[in-house]
């Protein structure tokens, strides 16, 4: 979870990255209860509306699920839909640049593949 | 009772105690102070005496015309309509004029009866056989009656609070152009007065052909002049 | 309660204080009202609490005139700079006095936040430095409940941790009771993060009410090479550019579509910087929502 959120993007969105972070990296785990929309609003002091509009949304996208009366979960089938989103945003975002900027500098793919087993990281 | 005016009675209370019971202590002080001396140093020779009228008199100018400053913005600013201060301060007025009467007159019949001596008017030095004294204008008139008294008291401190009210919320809203300005206007019309003689006329009448329904009657212009302020008071704003 | 501002204008002498600003609130939600010094924002705020008359123009709340209407005012309760109170009262006083003119008083809040603010009861105001001042001013804002509370800059002398308690207590009670806060302040940086909706006011008129989400959303810079940049900003709404040798830095009001296919450095723009922006004298302003 992120330790702070700032005014430049859009506050629902953070809140949305964060808990996806959180559900991705196992630190909230399947069926376990997401924090209220007071709680993240108190952790961050943000205004309630905001942290409401980001778990709607993730709501919607059939990330979690709300049970009514007891609060937000995270679901199975949830983590796995962001584990697949992620990884489509993970080919676009990182894959796609990485092989062009190799073609700019004349990359082979074999060269490309031994960079990726090199050892170091 | 309306919170509301609850609220604003308790905030002129609150306000108002304070210069009330000072006023008090150094008043009563310096008249008990003024009984001592006289009997310690000079024996039953010479003997002060003053009546409190003419200093609850002042009172009522002075809180008069504070009382603008001090109440009425704190009032509109906590959301309180106008109408309710003009309520409130009224009666406030009224009730500060009767206690204070009350106070003053109490206080001067309690020292007659502690010292035996019955003393005249606003104050009294006697030296000996000779005696200078200078009356309350109850003596001018009719009995010295304590409720008489009250009464006057009463009557001429209700005018002034409430005329000095009057000026107060006149220097408040139209500021010292105004405020001076109605005073130099009231200046005129009193020399005017002279001039003209009506103005001895009516003070000869006072003193002569006098009743003392007058003070009733001066009771009553205290709240017609009172009425006058609502004028000022319905769009004031604050600054 | 319902906020509607009609053509609202106010003059001092030669002065145009407030110039016909329009516009209205209909939910409850914490309003944050910008602008530089002079703009115009406390004399609304007076207006609106019934301390001052219009001009021309009026103010509705509940389609009624707030001045002189008590059933309106003991709703609305607004918090100044400072002079909130009669100096010579005790805070106990103060606090009573408070009590008795607002029928959603919170006692409990109020005994709650004096003894975290450590507000000695019995002093005078007049007594209190200017942090415990304004810390009375915030406790009486909060615990009056008011439907309509206004905050006009209350944290004179507030140190940073008390301004901290400040809007702590300020998201709690909002959140237990949601009313209509309007937030007026200079340390726009340290509540931004609260605000649902902005209004901006410029020289007495209104250049921009948005919900806060969308201006971050919509308010970003590009940095690149100067070329790149103009090329980026032909048809967008340029706030402001900066320049050092073939670097260039634009600051654009719009949607971010079509950045990601550039080269350029992308950044968000944090609100108190959209509203220095968006006030500097002669920006453009015929393509803003108002």
Same mark, same amino acid.
Not at chain 2, 5 to 33: D, E, Q
Not at chain 3, 126 to 133: Q, R, T, W
């Given at each position: 979870?992120?330790?702070?959120?700032?005014?430049?993007?859009?506050?629902?969105?953070?809140?949305?990255?964060? %808990? #996806?972070?959180?559900?991705?990296? =196992?630190?909230?785990?399947?069926?376990?209860?997401?924090?209220?929309?007071? &709680?993240?609003? @108190?952790?961050?002091?943000?205004?309630?509306?905001?942290?409401?509009?980001?778990?709607?949304?993730?709501?919607?996208?059939?990330? %979690? #699920?709300?049970?009514?009366?007891? =609060?937000?979960?995270?679901?199975?089938?949830?983590?796995?839909?962001?584990? &697949?989103?992620? @990884?489509?945003?993970?080919?676009?975002?990182?894959?796609?640049?990485?092989?062009?900027?190799?073609?700019?500098?004349?990359?082979?793919? #074999?060269?490309?593949?031994?960079?990726?087993?090199?050892?170091?990281? | 009772?309306?919170?509301?005016?609850?609220?604003?009675?308790?905030?002129?209370?609150?306000?108002?105690?304070?210069?009330?019971?000072?006023?008090?202590?150094?008043?009563?002080?310096?008249?008990?102070?003024?009984?001592?001396?006289?009997?310690?140093?000079?024996?039953?020779?010479?003997?002060?005496?003053?009546?409190?009228?003419?200093?609850?008199?002042?009172?009522?100018?002075?809180?008069?015309?504070?009382?603008?400053?001090?109440?009425?913005?704190?009032?509109?600013?906590?959301?309180?309509?106008?109408?309710?201060?003009?309520?409130?301060?009224?009666?406030?007025?009224?009730?500060?004029?009767?206690?204070?009467?009350?106070?003053?007159?109490?206080?001067?019949?309690?020292?007659?009866?502690?010292?035996?001596?019955?003393?005249?008017?606003?104050?009294?030095?006697?030296?000996?056989?000779?005696?200078?004294?200078?009356?309350?204008?109850?003596?001018?008139?009719?009995?010295?009656?304590?409720?008489?008294?009250?009464?006057?008291?009463?009557?001429?401190?209700?005018?002034?609070?409430?005329?000095?009210?009057?000026?107060?919320?006149?220097?408040?809203?139209?500021?010292?152009?105004?405020?001076?300005?109605?005073?130099?206007?009231?200046?005129?019309?009193?020399?005017?007065?002279?001039?003209?003689?009506?103005?001895?006329?009516?003070?000869?009448?006072?003193?002569?052909?006098?009743?003392?329904?007058?003070?009733?009657?001066?009771?009553?212009?205290?709240?017609?002049?009172?009425?006058?302020?609502?004028?000022?008071?319905?769009?004031?704003?604050?600054? | 309660?319902?906020?509607?501002?009609?053509?609202?204008?106010?003059?001092?002498?030669?002065?145009?204080?407030?110039?016909?600003?329009?516009?209205?609130?209909?939910?409850?939600?914490?309003?944050?009202?910008?602008?530089?010094?002079?703009?115009?924002?406390?004399?609304?705020?007076?207006?609106?609490?019934?301390?001052?008359?219009?001009?021309?123009?009026?103010?509705?709340?509940?389609?009624?005139?707030?001045?002189?209407?008590?059933?309106?005012?003991?709703?609305?309760?607004?918090?100044?700079?400072?002079?909130?109170?009669?100096?010579?009262?005790?805070?106990?006083?103060?606090?009573?006095?408070?009590?008795?003119?607002?029928?959603?008083?919170?006692?409990?809040?109020?005994?709650?936040?004096?003894?975290?603010?450590?507000?000695?009861?019995?002093?005078?105001?007049?007594?209190?430095?200017?942090?415990?001042?304004?810390?009375?001013?915030?406790?009486?804002?909060?615990?009056?409940?008011?439907?309509?509370?206004?905050?006009?800059?209350?944290?004179?002398?507030?140190?940073?941790?008390?301004?901290?308690?400040?809007?702590?207590?300020?998201?709690?009670?909002?959140?237990?009771?949601?009313?209509?806060?309007?937030?007026?302040?200079?340390?726009?940086?340290?509540?931004?993060?609260?605000?649902?909706?902005?209004?901006?006011?410029?020289?007495?008129?209104?250049?921009?009410?948005?919900?806060?989400?969308?201006?971050?959303?919509?308010?970003?810079?590009?940095?690149?090479?100067?070329?790149?940049?103009?090329?980026?900003?032909?048809?967008?709404?340029?706030?402001?550019?900066?320049?050092?040798?073939?670097?260039?830095?634009?600051?654009?009001?719009?949607?971010?579509?079509?950045?990601?296919?550039?080269?350029?450095?992308?950044?968000?723009?944090?609100?108190?910087?959209?509203?220095?922006?968006?006030?500097?004298?002669?920006?453009?302003?015929?393509?803003?929502?108002?």
């Amino acid at each position: 979870m992120k330790e702070k959120l700032d005014d430049r993007r859009p506050i629902y969105i953070q809140i949305k990255e964060s %808990i #996806e972070d959180s559900i991705i990296n =196992g630190t909230l785990k399947v069926g376990e209860r997401i924090p209220s929309t007071n &709680e993240l609003a @108190k952790f961050y002091n943000i205004n309630p509306a905001t942290a409401r509009q980001g778990m709607n949304e993730l709501a919607q996208e059939n990330i %979690i #699920e709300k049970q009514r009366g007891v =609060g937000m979960f995270v679901t199975e089938r949830g983590k796995d839909k962001l584990l &697949e989103h992620r @990884k489509q945003l993970f080919y676009e975002k990182y894959v796609v640049p990485l092989k062009s900027e190799a073609a700019k500098l004349h990359i082979s793919d #074999e060269q490309l593949f031994d960079m990726l087993k090199k050892e170091g990281n | 009772m309306d919170a509301q005016l609850k609220g604003s009675f308790y905030y002129v209370l609150t306000n108002t105690k304070r210069p009330f019971t000072i006023f008090w202590i150094i008043l009563g002080g310096f008249m008990f102070l003024s009984y001592g001396m006289s009997y310690l140093f000079v024996g039953s020779e010479t003997v002060v005496s003053y009546d409190l009228s003419f200093p609850i008199y002042i009172f009522g100018a002075v809180l008069g015309f504070n009382f603008v400053k001090n109440c009425i913005p704190y009032l509109i600013r906590i959301g309180s309509s106008r109408t309710n201060i003009f309520l409130v301060t009224g009666l406030s007025l009224i009730v500060l004029s009767i206690l204070n009467g009350l106070v003053a007159n109490t206080l001067y019949g309690l020292m007659n009866k502690i010292s035996g001596e019955v003393f005249q008017g606003i104050f009294t030095i006697q030296t000996g056989n000779e005696s200078y004294s200078f009356t309350h204008i109850s003596d001018l008139i009719m009995e010295n009656t304590w409720f008489n008294r009250v009464v006057i008291d009463t009557s001429i401190g209700f005018f002034l609070l409430a005329s000095f009210f009057l000026l107060g919320l006149i220097f408040y809203r139209y500021g010292y152009i105004g405020g001076f300005g109605t005073l130099g206007l009231l200046l005129t019309l009193m020399v005017f007065g002279i001039a003209k003689e009506w103005l001895i006329d009516f003070l000869k009448y006072i003193f002569t052909d006098f009743h003392f329904t007058f003070f009733y009657q001066l009771f009553l212009t205290g709240i017609v002049i009172y009425l006058i302020s609502y004028l000022l008071m319905r769009r004031l704003t604050i600054d | 309660m319902n906020i509607r501002v009609d053509k609202l204008s106010k003059h001092y002498r030669q002065k145009k204080v407030l110039n016909e600003v329009s516009f209205q609130i209909d939910e409850p939600k914490i309003y944050g009202l910008l602008g530089r010094n002079g703009a115009g924002k406390t004399t609304f705020m007076e207006i609106l609490a019934g301390h001052q008359l219009p001009t021309s123009g009026e103010v509705y709340v509940n389609s009624e005139i707030p001045f002189d209407n008590r059933s309106i005012l003991e709703h609305i309760c607004l918090i100044k700079e400072g002079n909130n109170f009669n100096r010579e009262l005790k805070v106990k006083h103060v606090l009573k006095t408070y009590s008795l003119f607002y029928p959603n008083w919170d006692e409990a809040l109020a005994n709650t936040l004096v003894q975290e603010y450590k507000l000695p009861i019995q002093a005078k105001v007049k007594a209190l430095s200017k942090g415990m001042e304004s810390a009375l001013g915030v406790i009486v804002g909060l615990a009056s409940n008011a439907f309509i509370t206004i905050f006009d800059e209350p944290y004179i002398g507030l140190d940073a941790a008390a301004r901290k308690k400040f809007y702590d207590m300020l998201l709690e009670q909002y959140e237990e009771r949601p009313r209509t806060i309007i937030f007026s302040t200079h340390l726009i940086d340290e509540v931004s993060l609260l605000f649902e909706e902005v209004l901006i006011l410029q020289n007495g008129e209104l250049i921009l009410q948005e919900k806060a989400e969308m201006l971050r959303e919509n308010a970003y810079s590009v940095t690149g090479t100067k070329e790149e940049v103009e090329a980026f900003i032909q048809n967008k709404h340029v706030m402001k550019t900066k320049q050092l040798a073939n670097m260039m830095t634009a600051y654009i009001f719009g949607s971010q579509v079509g950045v990601e296919q550039t080269d350029l450095n992308v950044e968000g723009v944090p609100i108190q910087d959209l509203m220095i922006y968006l006030t500097e004298e002669g920006v453009e302003k015929e393509w803003m929502p108002n």
